[in-house]
């Protein structure tokens, strides 16, 4: 075979002889380890496969070293053809092919239905079509804040040249002039539905093209010229390139090509013994399914997600003469660790709302780590993901509704990717300015609250944000900090002196107590906690002694905290989010879940609400000082 790295144009007669030959083998077992799963995608792995064998073979890749720094990426974006690129995989040398034939889609193997960053040799996981793209753009971009020169290959299929993202991410890529980045689209011509033509046509080629892509256009089935159309998008140093692999859906078997039918499912035996004589491979089912009673040994790759230790710089102190507001803080941290820490590659995302989501001053400092996506939220939102497994440490910035809500699967996806984002969200609550219920994001600790992995910070004032956002690199994982748009008071403790200044820390999970007091305890956090800790002031005037427990991990509750909160007689949850998948809802299931019996009240955002002044709006929800205390007043004078 010839090296990897496409260094030579041509593919030479011997190696093209040989892939040959494996393709016509593989073929078989793909049908195989479809037709023993009863499912899965034979067709669309049948026309991929020859793209697969060149990229998976003459890549620059070692399979003895699946996460070697230097490796090239390659990003398989149609997920469903996992059957093939386990196949092309397993041929390069990554894992055995019998045990993933054997074991696809067996409950507790590697081999899922989709590709998975856990077998080795995938570099993202994706199933979710149009993504992909995304992903192999923010590799790209990795190799250079990182100065590693690898390159990126993204795999894609016609039909999810559809969606939205995949534009988004064309068009990114030339605005960086990743001309390290090159794709291959299986061009079919068949999807679920029937013909591409028919379902939703797309001129595919015209479509890279318009966007500053160059474009190549080969027989898909020709190892050579799928080869060489590869080796000269690789020369190219002047723009991204796309491959447009012209293929046949089922190829070799007669009785499947070009038949939608085949895209995903698996044969029946009769189908399967015909196939495998027109293949000329020996039918593999019996042994296959004997295999298939052991354990796949083909162990999952550990994915590392790691924090980085670096040089936060210096916090600063907020005091009552010098508000500010959360978003603010966030700015000036970021930049701030950003100057204490300039050997750490730092990527900061936008969408087009820089200046109000303050990563302005970054942008000056570090221009080459800004990536400014315009409204591309979802293909920002995967090349964030990408971009922080790549030893990169990313922020993406946002108002809430499109750092989360527009982008809900996209942040799922990188939360099953193991990825370590770190999203700066801005506008949460009804705390956005006059902009009205369309951008008022009071839904995002319940979009996190569905996921596994993501943690959620809310600070409550400046100092605090200014501290958990010096914290947040070193938090291995996805981890979201959520902000209000105004001025903030700087939260005082009951001498006076900034609760969150001089000796604190920030650490994930810890609740801190503005306020002590046993008649009833106020659980707040974010925007609202300054109201909270002004009504147990108000209340205190009236004999009254409430605690205030300030809360920044609404999803990981301080357990310490909560003990001593449900031993008052009441707890009220007071919160600039939709109780019902708010802190509310945290501190309901804490409670409930250890049978405790507390009354536990809420004051929260119980609908959308008009455009207006946030304190205006804030009060008519009863989140103003005010409205906090009469209820605190109406709790105690209710209580056994
Ligand atoms: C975002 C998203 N929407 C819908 C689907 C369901 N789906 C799976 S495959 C597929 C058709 C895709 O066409 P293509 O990738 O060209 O399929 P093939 O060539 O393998 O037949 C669809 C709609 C999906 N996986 N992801």
Redesign the pocket.
Known sequence: MLERGFASPVLDDASAAELEERARVLRGAILTMTTLAASG?P???M??LEIYLVLYHFANLDPARPHWEDRDRIAVS????SPGVYCALADAGFFGLEDAVAHFRQVGSVFEG?VERSVPGVEWGT?????GLSAGVGFALASRLTGRSHRTFVAM????QH?GQVAEARRLAVRHRLHDLNVVV?L?G????GA?TDVMPVDVAAGFAADGWGVLEVDGHDVRAVYAAVASAVADTSRPVAVIAHTV?GKGVSFMEGR?EF??RGLTLEEYGRAMVELGCEPGLDGARERRRGVCMTPALHVRRRGFELDAGSPRTYTRDRHSDNRSAWGSALTDIAVASPEVPIAVLDCDLAASVKTGEFARIRPAGFVQCGVGEHNAATVAGALSVSDVLTFFSDFGVFGVDEVY?QQRLNDINEASVKLALTHCGLDVGEDGKTHQCIDYIGAFRSMFGWRVIVPADPNQTDRAVRAMPGIPGCVAIAMGRSKLPVLLDSTGEPLFAGDYAFEYGRADWAREGDDGVILTMGTVAGAAVEAADLVAGHGLAVGVCVVSAPLDLDGIAMERAVSAPWVLVAEDHASRTGLWASAAEWIASRGIGVRLASLGVTGYESSGDAAELLARAGLDSDGIAKLVRLLSDTAD
């Open positions: 995608h067709g669309g792995s026309s991929s149609h997920g469903h053809t989709h199933g979710n079509l149009g993504q299929s016609d039909g999810e969606k299986d079919n068949i999807q679920i539905s591409t859906i939608a895209h995903g699967n």
